[in-house]
């Protein structure tokens, strides 16, 4: 099994999880859903499986040259914080906006009432 094997394997099973907790009742949303993970599904394996590979190829290298990791991925070791952080943070942000228009059209219908 190769590392594309798993990368697909996992961002499939991610998605069907995803799909069967969230999966809206309407057919034509779930036509939408299926249209839109169909688009993003191939970009988002591509991604993963460009950092996979950037990994396994830089793995090669830092053994020919006889570095261990550490000293091969000093950059992301000191970076890996303000990465988290600002993941963290987007995803707040995200979820607060998702919340705030729920809410927001919560409240609009409540008016056109």
Known sequence: MTADN????SVDM?????DVLSSPILIVMRLIRWVINKFFVTRIKNFIKRIVHWFM???VKRLARGQNIFRYYWWLWLLSPIILVTLMLGGALFFGLWEGLNIGFEVFEQEAK
């Open 6 to 9: 798993i990368v697909d394997f």
């Open 57 to 59: 190829d830089n793995r």
């Open 14 to 18: 991610f998605l069907i999880f995803f």
